[in-house]
């Protein structure tokens, strides 16, 4: 009996061909190491500035990418405050992508740094991301200069002729631990379908339906309590431009979709919008979707609101 052994070929970790050679300088990449290999010295340079990009208006929901200047090498990208679903850092190059799909215009600036074991350097990025299309008023009609009813192909420009906008999209009532709440996929916006002091399956249990100011404030507040309403801890008194996208023009007394707000009262209902500092906030009217102001101790009705997790960004 024999054997025959053969040799081991010696390693060539200078084929830049081979493997060994490819996993060398991978683990000189991660680690950071400027210690040459066949010659070759992965170096570290570290970032001295950082450009951020210009002020380019990006259009809700398109694709974009903005790249920053700076002369770090192998540098890793961070912000703060951190930047919204659907934006990250280009893992390839020094750039962030992605598509904005807030309900609206992003004002919120960012400090990005760029950084590497040798150094960081920021800048402010102050991005441009445009909001989604404002709600469809609903209108068909339109009217002329008296106020008559008129054929909106005579009158071009009004909301009747246009009908342009984001379409309305509300889910629910939705049953959740007991409560209803109305859900706005367009927004984000999470609103408690029955406004506050009408309760039951339907908002059919009447109550106390009028709130002043503090007291509103304190009426969403208290859901919050515990375990919350609808199993949320972040309920709070809208603004008046969230209202706002509650409105159907086509409907009055109330103006809005009782399909998914049912029994809703048509009157005045509570802001956290102030329209004079210290005494005076905005009114969401729906009997004909009108805006008014009252004074902190005016009654009126009021529902409450919060942001759905999955759809929070840094608009304000």
């Known amino acids: 009996m024999s054997f025959f052994c053969q040799r ?5 970790l200078c084929d830049p061909k081979s493997d060994d050679y490819l996993e060398s300088l991978l683990v000189r990449l991660i680690n950071f190491d400027e210690t040459a290999h066949c010659g070759v010295v992965l170096k570290v340079d570290p970032p001295t500035y950082l450009i951020c990009p210009p002020l380019v208006p990006q259009v809700n929901g398109n694709f974009f990418v903005e790249s920053f200047a700076t002369d770090g090498t192998r540098v890793s990208f961070s912000s703060s405050p951190p930047l919204p679903a659907g934006i990250s850092f280009s893992p390839f190059s020094n750039s962030l992508q992605g598509s904005f799909t807030g309900w609206k215009a992003n004002r919120q600036n960012f400090t990005i740094t760029a950084s590497n074991p040798k150094g960081s350097a920021s800048c402010t990025y102050q991005p441009a991301w445009m909001r989604k299309l404002p709600t469809k008023t609903n209108q068909t009609t339109c009217y002329d200069g008296a106020n008559n009813l008129a054929s909106c192909s005579s009158l071009p420009g009004q909301d009747g002729n246009l009908q342009k906008g984001t379409p309305q ?3 629910g ?14 927004t984000g916006l999470v609103w408690t379908s029955c406004q506050r002091g009408k309760t039951g399956i339907g908002c059919t249990t009447p109550g106390t339906t009028i709130f002043q100011y503090s007291p509103a404030l304190a009426e969403c507040a208290s859901l919050n309590v515990g375990s919350g ?4 801890t972040d309920w709070r008194v809208p603004e008046l431009d969230e209202y706002l996208t509650t409105y159907n023009y086509a409907l009055e007394n109330p103006s809005i979709d009782q399909t998914f707000f049912p029994v809703t009262d048509s009157f005045n209902f509570k802001t956290n919008t102030i329209s004079t500092l210290g005494s005076r906030t905005f009114n969401a009217t ?4 009108s805006i008014g102001s009252g004074d902190f101790t005016d009654s009126h009705h009021l529902r409450c609101v919060l942001i759905h997790y999955l759809l929070k960004t840094n608009d304000c």
């Open 8 to 12: 081991a070929k010696p390693k060539n």
């Open 169 to 171: 999209s509300f889910i």
């Open 173 to 186: 009532p939705t049953l959740v631990a007991g409560v209803e709440i109305t859900t706005d996929p367009n």
């Open 229 to 232: 309403f609808a199993n949320r």
């Open 286 to 289: 729906f009997i004909q979707s």
